[in-house]
Structure formats: C-alpha cells, structure tokens
C-alpha cells in the first residue's frame, strides 16, 4: 500500500472515490474547454484562407488539443479527444464536407496531437512547462516538427484518396504542414503558459505589470495594422517596415517569457493573415499559395527565435533568482567586490553583520571596514587571486559598528570572463571571533604550561649554567694569576680566554633556548629538520638526565625529515614526553633507567616520532582517559600536558596516542606530515 492510498483509507475514502471527487469535476471543465476551443479554433482556421483557394494558413484546433494533451495526464487523454470529437463534426458539417472525410480529418488532427504530445512527454518527464531551453527545444521538436511532418503524410493521403480538394499529394502534403507548424508554434506555448501560471502571483501583480501589458498589446495592435494591413505594394514600398513589430515582440519575450513571446506572436500572425486573405499587406502580391508560404516562412521562423529568445532569458533569471534565494538565506557572508574594494553586492547576513543597509554598503569599499593595520594584507591578497586565478582563503580583523574588534574568514575567488580577464571577485565569509579568542586561549594556556615546565626543571636548569659560569670564574681566576707574573705566557693566557669564550658559549646556548621555551609568540609554521628540534630538547635536559641518572638513546632514521610547523611549539610537546618518561621511572632501578626516541617514516608521507620508556607502563582505567585535561599522576601536577600536547599536534595535522610496551613501560607516539607532503598540498 502506498503512502497516498494508507492517507486516503484514513479518511474513510477509496482512491477512486477520491478520484472522482477531486479530478472529475477538473476533467470535465478541461473537456468542455476543449471542445469549445476545438470548434471556436475551427471556425478561426476557415476564416484564415486565401481566396479563391481555400488555403488555410493556420489550423488552430489540431494546436488546441495538443496543447489540452499537454496539460493534463496521460490516461485522460482518450476523453478530451471525445469531447473534441463533437466539436470537429459541427465546425466540418457547416463546409459541407462529407461524413468519411470529416472523420478522416479527425483522424489527422487527432494523429498530429497524440504524436507531438507522446513525444513530448516522453522526452520530459513530469508535467510540461515552457520552464527551461530543453523543454522548448523538446517541444520545438517534437511539437512543432515531428507531430505536422508525420500527420501531414496521412492528411494529405486521406485528401487525395478522397478526391478532396486541389493539387497534388506534395503541394497538399506542404500546406498542411506550413500550417500546423505555424499554428503550433504561435499558439499552444501561450495557451500552456497561460493554464499553468499561478493565479496567485497574477492576481498580486501590481498595476504597473498591467499597464506595461497593455501597452505591448495595444502598441503591437496598431503598428502590426499598420504593417500587414496599410502597408502598400509596389516600387513605393518600404520592405524595412516589416521589422517595425519588432520592438514590442522583444520587449514581450524580455518583460513576460515564453508565453508573452507566443501570445504576441499568435496577435501578429492572426493580423498578417488577416491582411493578406483581404489582399492588403506586404504578402498579397503574389498568388494565394505563394503568399501564404511566404507568410508562413517568416511568421514561424519569428516564432522559433522569439520563443527561444525568450526562454533563455527566461532560464537566466531563474538562475540569477535562484542563486540570490540561495545567497540571501545563507548565514555565511557573502559580497562581490573589484580590485579597489569596491563593494557591488552583499547578501543580507553581510548587512545585519555590519548593522548597515544594502544601499549603504554597495558602492562603498569594504577597506573601510577593515583596521588600516590590515589593508596591506588584503590588497595583496586581491593582488595574488588576479595572479594565481584560484580559490584563496585569508583571515583578517573588522571593524564593528560599536567600534570593537572582530576576526572573520574568507573565501575568496576571481569572476573570470569569457576573454581571461578578472572583473570581480566573489567571497564566503563567516566570524571566527570565537575560535581566535579560543585560540589565544590556548596559546595562553600552553604558555602558562611551559612556565611550570621550567619551574619544574628549575634545579637541573641551575646546574646546567651553573657548569660553565664555574668554569669562566675558574679560568678569569687562572688568566689573572698569569698576567700578575713578571714575564707572563701569552699562550696560556690565550688558552684560558679560549675557555672561557667556550663556556660562555654553552651558557649563552641554554639561556636561549630557555628564552626560545618561555616566550609567547603567535604561530609561525617554518620547515624544521625534525632530528634537530629533538637534539635541542635533549640538550636542553642533559642536567635532568644526569641528576636522574637517566640514559638517552637516540634511535633517528638514517635520513633527515623536514616537516612543516612552530618550532617551540614541537619542542614543547617533545619535551613534555620526555619528563614524562623521566617521571615514570623514578622508582626503578638507577641502572634500567633509558628513554629510546625513535624515528621513522610512515606511510610515506608522515614522520612517526616514538618516545619509549622503561617504566611501570600505563594503568588500563586510565588509558582511555589519557588525552583528558586534568588527568595526573603527579601531586605537584596540572594535568594538561598531554592534553595540549594532542592539541599541538592536531593543530599540524598529525596524530598522537599512547601504549604500553609489550615487556615494560609505555610508549607515546605522534605523526606529522612531511614538509614536502604539505607544500604540495597547498
């Protein structure tokens, strides 16, 4: 059962009780409509012929019932040709034609409808509208073309086996073709449009959409009368005036579509004809089949490119609707700008952001927008999207209304014309306020984490400068004993100053790297060598090492890796590992104390970092919960060290996790992509 007929068995209605009561009453309205305008089509087709020949230059009722197909289902269908049954028979009665031959017209007309409509339908699925370019040109196909081409075969038989009129079986084949194409493309585009528009946007039209109507049609009303019924014939006669409708049907196809194009051009057409059947016109002066051929050539190649002008124009301002829909719903920012800033569009978000009206904001520079500190940075971002040609994000500060500052993220990229050039450019943007407050909270946050850190490693750090200080005092102490000599050894005091350059040196070295650890700083990712960052930190740590009788053993792959990111940031996590190793051995054996870092190359595009201990390894209760802040061991402990070191990592696109080691102690391990990984990334 199907989720229509489980809604209609809820409300104690069969589905075709339903049916009945819903779309009968509709199917019968189409039905009687059908029929009238089949015969009112009719009698408007015998008016439209040529005398003495009866030339009709359209044939309304067969586009009338093509288009009664066209808007309703399918298996409705077999009825609206009932109903235009009755309504062909009375039109065809009143030309005396005989009872086989009217049923062998229905027979055609009815052909021509069924064709074109199957066809269409068949191409489109769901119900036909004048809505895009590929539904026009199905329908120009299969509508306009293939329904005539194919029924005309068998009109034109049906004429001649009868013995029904003049001509031979081409030149009838011809101008029963000339003519339902005429027809079909003039009229059933505007009797679709205007069945299937929603009443309620028209009833809301305002007055100016009436009166723009009405002046097409009273201006295509009289200059097409002027054109097609007073214009004369002869030398005197000014070809150039058939272009006069031209405005008002282009201003019809631009102002109301597909259905105001076919609608203007049905009115024109029905004038020409008219003009021309009276022997009035540029199209009367020749005989009645030639003009009306020549008539019918230029009206429906003017029908063909009005229509298709139409819906192109038509298709770009649903895209342009539905991009503005689209853009003006976002919570996103978005603008279009020119190289020089100029604001020339912004979606409401942008303006409810910077508390200003649209009117406002177009026109002006979004650098005013902006701290001065930053335009630099933003014009030669602008600068590098005309260079580059390629989708660009950056992050800069604004300006609030209030005055106070806020961070937002943008994602910028060229309008790049036909021709290569960059006329605008277009930019997503969002406030990310909120996630810089929290990242210099973080920055803060692990600051205030390295200063415990070296608060911790105190002691060893005094007795790390404490080695070479003695060592200078030593040789300043000797150095003066050689110089208080009568005859003093130049070489020996030379040596001693040697020594004590050097043990300055080393002191300078750990008071830098110290100064390098406790400075706060922003982000700065710079390609690093990664063995080289890791020897710094166990320089850094040879006291504690010595204090804590701890061996180090370095394990580096026989290549160097270079990876990309903030230096004392690496260094911290690296550090934080390594006093965690040193902690979790303290109650072992002076002898089984060893760290082991390892490196080595994993997936081929990241390094694997591996610090290894020889300690009492890592609880299972506590290693799901290893990451967490606020988890510790240690008394004198905050318990973040190993939470901001994830994040660290995270933050350079790496990982970090811990184990136990399959013997003893426990192994912390953290991955970072190659420098040549991320570069070629970018």
Known sequence: MTASSESLGQIGLSAPETWRKKFAPRLVITGILTCIGYYLGAKLGFALTFKPHPVSVMWPPNSILLAALLLSPTRCWWFLLLCALPAHLASQMQGGVPPKMMLCWFLSNSCEALIGASLTRVMVSGSFRFANLRNVSVFLICGVFLGPLLSSFLDAGFVRLNHWGQGTYWEIWRIRFFSNVLTAVALVPALVTCFMSDYESIRKAGRGRYFEAAVVALGLVVVGFEVFVKFGIGPQSEPGLLYAPLPFLLWAAVRFGPGGASMAMFVTALIAIWGASHGQGPFSARLAEANALSLQFFLIVSAILLLLLATVIKDRERAEERYREVVESQTDLVCRYRADTTLTFVNEAYCRYFWKSREELIGSKFLELIPSTAWKRVLADIASLNKENRVQTNEHEVILPDG???????????????????TEYQAIGRDISDRKRAEEASRNLAHATRMSTMGALAGSLAHELNQPLTAILSNAQAGSRF?????????????????????????????????????????????????????????????????????????????????????????QVILNLMLNAFDAMKDILESERAVCIRTRLANGSEVQVEVSDRGTGIHPERLARLFEPFQTTKQEGLGLGLAISRTIVEAHGGRLWGINNPDRGATFCFTMPLFSATVNSV
């Open 483 to 571: 110089l208080a000599k009568p005859t003093p050894d130049v070489a020996e005091v030379r040596e001693v100053l040697q020594d004590i350059a050097q043990a300055a040196k080393r002191a300078g070295e750990v008071i830098r790297q110290l100064r390098t650890l406790v400075k706060k700083e922003d982000l700065r990712f710079d390609e690093l060598e990664l063995h080289h960052l890791v020897q710094e930190v166990v320089r850094l740590l040879h006291s504690d090492t010595v204090i804590r009788k701890v061996r180090i053993v370095l394990d580096f792959d026989k290549d160097p890796h270079s990876v990309r990111g903030d230096a004392v940031q690496l260094q």
């Open 404 to 422: 106070s500052i806020a961070w937002q993220q943008w994602v910028n990229h060229p309008i790049v014309e036909p021709d290569g050039t960059v």
